[in-house]
Every structure is written in C-alpha cells, then in structure tokens.
Nanobody, 116 residues
Framework: QVQLVESGGGLVQPGGSLRLSCAASGFTFSVYAMRWYRQAPGKERELVAYISAAGGSTNYSDSMKGRFTISRDNAKNTVYLQMNSLKPEDTAVYYC?????????WGQGTQVTVSS
C-alpha cells in the first residue's frame, strides 16, 4: 500500500522557520522524483519545489528561492522541505508528491499557518 505521510506543519510567526517531512512507503522511493506543492484557501495548488530521484537536481518556484530548501534521504524514504523567513502568504496546506511515469502519488497534506 502506497503511503506518503507529511508532518511538521503548524503555526509559526512571520520570519520563522519550519521543517516539513514526508515519509514514503509502499513503493521504491529512491527511483521517484519528489515534489512539494501547496494550496492556499481559494487558490489553485502550486508547485513549491522539486528534487530528482537521486537528489542531485533541485528546482524551486521563484517566490521560494533562497528561502526554502528541498532535500531527501533515500535511506530513510523521506523528503524534507526546510522553510525559512516565512511570510503570511506562505500559509497553505503543503503536499508531497512522488512521480515516476506513469505513477504519481500524493500525501494528505500538512497545514502551515504563518501569523503573528
């Protein structure tokens, strides 16, 4: 059974940091590219960050560059998203995504709220 379980979300003040984790099981994690997406209330889901299967390539949406860092530990079947200098507009549900054609899997999401 495929599972992606996100954790690490919560309430943080502007300027603060959070580290999200996504634990994978039920598939060969090390051959899947991983992405983090987010969806704010009333908005479409948007791509946050991407990391290749081996971890050698990463990419970020422009508004996250320099603030967010995606990483993975294939020995632990886990992908991470380190989020620094958080802003109120970063408030959203964050989802991890595993992709290797033709398969794609999603987690259930974790809420991140940035507010004073």
């Amino acid at each position: 059974q495929v599972q992606l379980v996100e954790s690490g979300g919560g309430l943080v003040q502007p300027g603060g940091s959070l580290r999200l984790s996504c634990a994978a099981s039920g598939f060969t994690f090390s051959v899947y590219a991983m992405r983090w997406y987010r969806q704010a209330p009333g908005k479409e889901r948007e791509l946050v960050a991407y990391i290749s299967a081996a971890g050698g390539s990463t990419n970020y949406s422009d508004s996250m560059k320099g603030r967010f860092t995606i990483s993975r530990d294939n020995a632990k079947n886990t992908v991470y998203l380190q989020m620094n200098s958080l802003k109120p507009e970063d408030t959203a549900v964050y989802y991890c995504n595993a992709w290797r054609r033709p398969n794609e899997y999603w987690g259930q999401g974790t809420q991140v709220t940035v507010s004073s």
